[in-house]
């Protein structure tokens, strides 16, 4: 069974960075997009960043381009997230999701990514 397991959350104060990962097992989505995204507490999740299945394209939303960097490493079958200057309203829950699909189109949209992780908390103090 597919599985996608997200590590790296934590505290950290405004302006500083961490790097978050998703390590997937179960089977190989070294073919499908991938993406990140979060959800902060009473809002929607939403978009953050997706990348294709050869890395070679990556898309992000508008609120975080120039300050995180998606990238995926396929021999180790894992996508990271690297999150630098850091605001507070960064806060949230963030999630790794992979596409069934191996048509490299970046989407943006929650119900086109078939497999999900469950979350890790990252916390932005001023």
């Known amino acids: 069974q597919a599985q996608l397991v997200e590590s790296g959350g934590g505290s950290v104060q405004a302006g500083g960075s961490l790097r978050l990962s998703c390590a997937a097992s179960g089977r190989t989505f070294n073919f499908n997009p991938m993406a990140w995204f979060r959800q902060a507490p009473g809002k929607e999740r939403e978009f953050l960043a997706a990348?294709?299945?050869?890395?070679?394209?990556?898309r992000y939303d508008d609120s975080v381009k120039g300050r995180f960097t998606i990238s995926r490493d396929n021999a180790k079958n894992t996508v990271s997230l690297q999150m630098n200057s850091l605001k507070p309203e960064d806060t949230a829950v963030y999630y790794c999701?992979?596409?069934?699909?191996?048509?490299?189109?970046?989407?943006?949209?929650?119900?086109?990514?078939?497999?999900w992780g469950q979350g890790t908390q990252v916390t932005v103090s001023s």
């Open positions: 999701a992979a596409r069934n699909t191996v048509i490299g189109v970046l989407t943006t949209e929650i119900n086109t990514y078939d497999y």
């Open positions: 990348i294709t299945g050869n890395g070679a394209r990556t």
